[in-house]
């Protein structure tokens, strides 16, 4: 492994062992030590990819940020509109009322490490993306850091129609950061939140093909 590369991989390699001890806590110190965890990591994240030596993971690392603000707003139609998704309250700042604002960090971890173990080519980004939220998804009600509701179809505990979407993020990522690397970084925060937005597209279009759709023709 080159050196440079060392401090990246210690960084993710800490994220799960702190986070496997943080996330055995008790509410509301649960919820604050997440929220102090991710901002430790996103500021980590910048560190290390700085002296990773490699430019895109810098500039990769920044635009997910951004993406990950944006995925705020998802998570908040799911609880809030669809009535599919629940977070509990472990503690911490909370959006509305309805989401942990430590959300606005939860997406970065995922993403830069799907990407970046895809080489940031977006069909392998959103494999890899989809095999990253699998797990997540099947982990998030057992350490209570989010749920399905509601009426959904689901797998070992994993609601069916956000897997799809999740895979399409992961592409969907890949794809506008290559887009816009070099741009401005007004141009960066507007296809953060074009992708946000194709996300809650992809979520809504599989819920309803899913879940709520009868695929019966009247005659």
């Keep these: 492994m080159p050196r440079r590369l060392r401090p990246l991989v210690g960084l993710h390699v800490a994220l799960l062992a702190v986070g496997g001890v943080v996330l055995l806590l008790e ?98 980004s959103g494999l890899f993306a989809g095999a990253v939220f699998l797990g997540a998804e099947a982990l998030a009600p057992v350490l209570e850091l989010w749920e399905p509701i509601g009426d959904t179809t689901r797998v070992l505990g994993v609601a069916v129609y956000v897997l799809p979407p999740e895979v399409a993020l992961g592409w969907a990522a890949a794809v506008a950061f290559a887009a816009t690397r070099r741009r401005s970084w007004g141009v960066r925060t507007a296809a953060a939140l074009a992708v946000s937005t194709f996300y809650l597209g992809a979520l809504v279009l599989s819920y309803f093909v899913i879940d709520v759709a009868t695929w019966r023709i009247a005659w």
């Design 27 to 124: 509410p509301p110190a649960k919820g604050w030590a997440v929220l102090l965890l991710l901002v430790s990591y996103a500021a980590g994240l910048l560190w290390a990819t700085r002296h990773s030596g490699r430019r895109e993971l810098v500039e990769l690392a920044g635009f997910l940020l951004l993406v990950s603000v944006f995925q705020v707003l998802p998570d908040w139609v799911l609880a809030d509109v669809l009535d599919t998704l629940r977070f509990p309250d472990t503690g911490g700042p909370r959006v509305d009322d309805t989401i942990s604002l430590s959300m606005a960090l939860m997406w970065v971890p995922p993403l830069f490490m799907a990407l970046a173990l895809a080489g940031l080519r977006p069909g392998r």
